[in-house]
């Protein structure tokens, strides 16, 4: 899979891909026909015909594990822990992107500069009633490249449509466009950044993905496909574009220029804030689309749907790739519920080898570039419970765990998103810590009951007898 057209396709062929025929306006319909499909765990739809535009709209792309699984180029039956399984496995080797020769490039088939520079033409949908305006960017990322060592960085960062050239950006403190964007205030220079929307739909993976500060998500996603992500140049900034992407704004950052951004209808259920914030913002130099680009969306908001089963995955499967890379032995599998937007709650099955080793997967933990951030509670639980298994979770919760001994209280960075804290205040958050293990050091530990297994056999053998 190499473009969005590719997975279309692929979709279609699996019967997950909905073609909408019948008008749709850009002004909240869109969105609402999206987030109520995507609440029944409906189909990819394709919006043909957006009222007073030419060129269509796709949503819900990454709403299911099927989709999810299609994209990752696996078993469509996958589950989720499957699917972060083989993410960590890929993610142990690294295949940087390939130039590709631009002329004939997709991405290039339209060139646009100075006065035909017009955002507007596109069908940027409005989201929810109290949105400060129609959000460009939601299922898309971001490219900047770092002055000094020049690693180059996908994130998914909202973009509000501001006007015809100007885009609103919401880099969160820490992020790694944040920390690209003050080197370059540093040297008096405006930060270049590409924008893609519509693309292999694995970058846009990547672009949520927390994968560590230093690392190119472009190296993880050609470990995933296989070989190189294949990338042209930009047309005014120097940066790696993939060769197929529907649309590509290109343009620069001045950290110290602000225009009012928001509010925006975010993951956790709740607005990012109340009115505008003054925000940087992208001025755009050139914009460069496919014929008839295909323009993606995610309708972010109340969990769960098709952003918060995304960062289920990308934020999930980093914190299970970063607890890899401190090479931690014992750790079984990882889970961040989608009902949690897969970043304030974390469950860890382990296996424990000595004692402290619950202590340390915890600690650790809150210590990777995923769980320093936003994480609220993580979960220990011994290796016969699966982390997704919530049923046998509730359980550990309620006969292994004990207050006295195994709950810890940390603080540290939180998301602005927060909205367990007050507006004026989401810095920092408190975080807990929770052991539901059986203590490794006990000499004697609880006895579980097991059922005799000849009497098992025997029972089953006469089943139907007891008119079952
Ligand atoms: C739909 C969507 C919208 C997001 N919006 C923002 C945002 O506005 N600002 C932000 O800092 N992170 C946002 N995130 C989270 C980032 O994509 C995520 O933290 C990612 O790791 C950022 O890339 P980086 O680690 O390279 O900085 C969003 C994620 C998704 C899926
Ligand atoms: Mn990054």
Same mark, same amino acid.
């Given at each position: 899979?190499?473009?969005?057209?590719?997975?279309?396709?692929?979709?279609?062929?699996?019967?997950?891909?909905?073609?909408?025929?019948?008008?749709?306006?850009?002004?909240?319909?869109?969105?609402?026909?999206?987030?109520?499909?995507?609440?029944?765990?409906?189909?990819?739809?394709?919006?043909?015909?957006?009222?007073?535009?030419?060129?269509?709209?796709?949503?819900?792309?990454?709403?299911?594990?099927?989709?999810?699984?299609?994209?990752?180029?696996?078993?469509? !039956?996958?589950?989720?822990? =499957? &699917? $972060?399984?083989?993410?960590?496995?890929?993610? /142990?080797?690294?295949? #940087?992107?390939?130039? @590709?020769?631009?002329?004939?490039?997709?991405?290039?088939?339209?060139?646009?500069?100075?006065?035909?520079?017009?955002?507007?033409?596109?069908?940027?949908?409005?989201?929810?009633?109290?949105?400060?305006?129609?959000?460009?960017?939601?299922?898309?990322?971001?490219?900047?490249?770092?002055?000094?060592?020049?690693?180059?960085?996908?994130?998914?960062?909202?973009?509000?449509?501001?006007?015809?050239?100007?885009?609103?950006?919401?880099?969160? !403190?820490?992020?790694?466009? =944040? &920390? $690209?964007?003050?080197?370059?205030?540093?040297? /008096?220079?405006?930060? #270049?950044?590409?924008? @893609?929307?519509?693309?292999?739909?694995?970058?846009?993976?990547?672009?949520?993905?927390?994968?560590?500060?230093?690392?190119?998500?472009?190296?993880?996603?050609?470990?995933?496909?296989?070989?190189?992500?294949?990338?042209?140049?930009?047309?005014?900034?120097?940066?790696?574009?993939?060769?197929?992407?529907?649309?590509?704004?290109?343009?620069?950052?001045?950290?110290?220029?602000?225009?009012?951004?928001?509010?925006?209808?975010?993951?956790?259920?709740?607005?990012?804030?109340?009115?505008?914030?003054?925000?940087?913002?992208?001025?755009?130099?050139?914009?460069?689309?496919?014929?008839?680009?295909?323009?993606?969306?995610?309708?972010?908001?109340?969990?769960?749907?098709?952003?918060?089963?995304?960062?289920?995955?990308?934020?999930?499967?980093?914190?299970?790739?970063?607890?890899?890379?401190?090479?931690?032995?014992?750790?079984?599998?990882?889970?961040?519920?989608?009902?949690?937007?897969?970043?304030?709650?974390?469950?860890?099955?382990?296996?424990?080898?000595?004692?402290?080793?619950?202590?340390?997967?915890?600690?650790?933990?809150?210590?990777?570039?995923?769980?320093?951030?936003?994480?609220?509670?993580?979960?220990?639980?011994?290796?016969?419970?699966?982390?997704?298994?919530?049923?046998?979770?509730?359980?550990?919760?309620?006969?292994?765990?004990?207050?006295?001994?195994?709950?810890?209280?940390?603080?540290?960075?939180?998301?602005?998103?927060?909205?367990?804290?007050?507006?004026?205040?989401?810095?920092?958050?408190?975080?807990?810590?929770?052991?539901?293990?059986?203590?490794?050091?006990?000499?004697?530990?609880?006895?579980?009951?097991?059922?005799?297994?000849?009497?098992?056999?025997?029972?089953?053998?006469?089943?139907?007898?007891?008119?079952?």
């Amino acid at each position: 899979m190499k473009s969005m057209r590719d997975f279309i396709a692929k979709a279609e062929e699996l019967g997950v891909l909905h073609r909408i025929k019948a008008e749709v306006d850009w002004n909240l319909e869109l969105s609402h026909v999206a987030k109520l499909n995507e609440e029944k765990s409906g189909p990819a739809l394709l919006f043909e015909n957006v009222k007073g535009y030419n060129s269509p709209v796709i949503t819900s792309v990454c709403t299911t594990t099927e989709r999810l699984s299609l994209i990752m180029g696996m078993d469509t !039956k996958s589950s989720l822990v =499957d &699917i $972060m399984r083989e993410w960590v496995e890929k993610g /142990k080797r690294k295949i #940087p992107p390939k130039y @590709v020769d631009s002329k004939g490039a997709p991405c290039k088939e339209n060139i646009l500069m100075g006065d035909k520079i017009d955002l507007t033409q596109f069908p940027v949908p409005k989201y929810y009633p109290l949105d400060g305006g129609r959000f460009f960017g939601t299922a898309h990322f971001v490219l900047t490249k770092d002055p000094d060592t020049g690693w180059v960085n996908l994130g998914t960062y909202r973009l509000q449509m501001l006007d015809k050239n100007h885009l609103g950006t919401q880099f969160i !403190k820490g992020k790694h466009s =944040d &920390i $690209m964007l003050k080197k370059y205030q540093a040297m /008096k220079k405006p930060m #270049p950044v590409a924008v @893609v929307v519509g693309c292999d739909p694995l970058l846009f993976l990547m672009g949520a993905a927390r994968v560590s500060a230093f690392d190119s998500e472009y190296d993880l996603a050609g470990s995933i496909r296989g070989e190189g992500i294949e990338v042209v140049r930009g047309e005014t900034v120097d940066l790696p574009i993939p060769a197929t992407a529907e649309i590509v704004v290109e343009g620069e950052v001045d950290a110290d220029k602000f225009m009012p951004e928001g509010p925006f209808g975010e993951y956790t259920g709740y607005y990012s804030g109340v009115g505008t914030d003054p925000r940087n913002y992208i001025k755009v130099s050139c914009i460069t689309h496919r014929n008839n680009p295909i323009f993606w969306g995610t309708t972010v908001g109340r969990a769960v749907t098709d952003t918060h089963m995304t960062m289920a995955l990308t934020y999930g499967a980093t914190l299970w790739q970063q607890l890899g890379d401190m090479k931690i032995p014992g750790i079984k599998s990882v889970y961040c519920p989608p009902e949690g937007s897969g970043r304030f709650l974390a469950i860890i099955s382990m296996k424990q080898m000595y004692p402290g080793h619950v202590d340390q997967v915890l600690t650790a933990a809150i210590s990777t570039e995923m769980g320093a951030y936003g994480l609220k509670t993580v979960i220990v639980v011994d290796e016969d419970i699966d982390a997704w298994d919530i049923p046998r979770v509730m359980y550990a919760l309620s006969f292994r765990f004990q207050p006295n001994r195994s709950q810890v209280i940390k603080r540290g960075r939180s998301t602005p998103l927060d909205p367990s804290l007050p507006l004026d205040a989401r810095e920092i958050t408190g975080r807990l810590l929770l052991d539901a293990t059986i203590p490794y050091e006990w000499k004697k530990k609880p006895i579980p009951i097991e059922l005799d297994a000849e009497m098992v056999k025997r029972v089953q053998s006469r089943w139907s007898e007891f008119g079952f």
